[in-house]
């Protein structure tokens, strides 16, 4: 049975919701599903913006049949190719076999890479920058947005209605729990932190391209931004774009310490709990600390783009830094992260080496500095070690 939600008097989400998905994209674990947009415009001509994941397709098409009623589907706007959103296109075509895809050139070379199908030439409608579609009472623009999160990426601008139907960018992890619209649940409780781990794991790298988007947007009235994954926004989008804005730019959210450690038997865990609590001492608020052998990285690099200054402590392992710690520090770099500034705490029994081997990871990051010297440990925290990390909070805290 459909499950359609309205958006506008003639707009709809057609949309489904996925909970029994462990990882998505094979990687970040989703304990409360994702959900999977696409929206349906009926105009003198109807416009499907998207389509979802194979997973859900039968709830998908139930929802655009009860929206439909009969009518033909004249459109079928492709913004992202990713397999997610766009794995029944074939489907469409077969379903509504006189439908035109609307996409750019890059998107339909991929659309032919990843299926089989043939459409005739005036079933394609290849759109370039700043083209538009008049659909009747609504007009689209289109506007590129390349590595947001796909080269092919583009979004579409309903000018009639000031809607932005933006794509990957403004979304969620977490599946729609019955309301759609984010003013209608607690976001910034409940999703805002999905929404950080969201960006931060799939667009984090590609900062420069999500401002190029935004800047492109800031000339825009904007009065509903229309996702493919989470809650639609129509109030409040400000407080929304300023997180991106602090995202893409790489800038904290917040002026205190994450301390991120792995631990074998305890003894470096112990130096950076001693380390917390000196951070404490000395006023710093909000203190988080990680095991990165417990916790999944995505949701540490996301914690990462939020704090300001990140302390790495590592077991020295295979004459090499920890496994999951090497793990994550090779995630952050891939995911581009910049002005912060960093301590490292390193454990070495008889061969004390991770301590370098870190700094020279951490050294390619942009702007960012390392504070002080390595605190070392052999085997466990001593007096000695006690008095160093005691320096190394006061320096950290110099620096907030
Ligand atoms: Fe939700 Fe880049 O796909």
Redesign the pocket.
Known sequence: MHNVKIITKDLYWVGANDRRIALFESVYPVPNGISYNSYLLLDDKTVLFDTIDKSVNHQFFENIEYVLNGKNLDYLVIN?M?P??CAEIESITKKYPQVKIVCNTKTQTMINQFFNFELPENQWQIVKEGDTLKTGNHNLTFVFAPMV??PE?MVTYDTTDKILFS??AF?SFGAIDGNIFADEVDFDHRYMDEARRYYTN?VGKYGMQVQTLLKKAANIEIKMICP??GYVWRKDLEVFIDKYNKWSNYEPEIKSVLIAYSSVYGNTQNAAEILAGKLAQLGIKDIKMYDVSVTHPSYIVADIFKYSHIVFASTTYNMGIFVNMENLLHDVTAHNLQNRKIAIIENGSWACCCGNQMTEIISKWKNTEIIGNNVQLKSSVKSNTRNELEILAQEITKTM
Do not use: P
């Open positions: 992202h990713e997610d959103h999160h796909w990426v794509a990957d979304g799939i493919l994954h």
